[in-house]
Nanobody, 125 residues
Framework: VQLQASGGGLVQAGGSLSLSCAAS????????VGWFRQAPGKEREFAAA????????VHADSVKGRFKISKDNAKGTVVLLMNSVTPEDTANYSC???????????????????WGRGTLVTVSS
């Protein structure tokens, strides 16, 4: 499964940005899709994940209430809507896919089998 993340760019603090993750040549049916981010000089961290079938979601505490992960059935993509961004949200955002995961494993990067290159989000103060 080849993944492509898009939608990154430069945004002012307090603004919004929408990221999209697409799978090349297939749908996400049967998969769990997660967004992870890595800021310069920091370790990769979990942001949010969704199970395509069923729609269960998990959001990291650091983004809860500001970011929302959802699926676009028409386009077959997973969207991460980022609201009220802060400079601390500056990072390279990657999407990843895994087969069935129990909800308690959504945040574990090692459980994901497929990774996209990521898209850079820069938040200016």
């Amino acid at each position: 499964v080849q993944l492509q993340a898009s939608g990154g760019g430069l945004v002012q603090a307090g603004g919004s940005l929408s990221l999209s993750c697409a799978a090349s040549g297939r749908t996400f049916r049967g998969y769990t899709v997660g967004w992870f981010r890595q800021a310069p000089g920091k370790e990769r961290e979990f942001a949010a994940a969704i199970r395509w079938t069923g729609g269960q979601t998990v959001h990291a505490d650091s983004v809860k209430g500001r970011f929302k992960i959802s699926k676009d059935n028409a386009k077959g993509t997973v969207v991460l809507l980022m609201n009220s961004v802060t400079p601390e949200d500056t990072a390279n955002y990657s999407c990843a896919a895994a087969g069935y995961l129990i909800v308690s494993r959504f945040s574990y990067a090692q459980d994901y089998d497929y990774w996209g290159r990521g898209t850079l989000v820069t938040v200016s103060s």
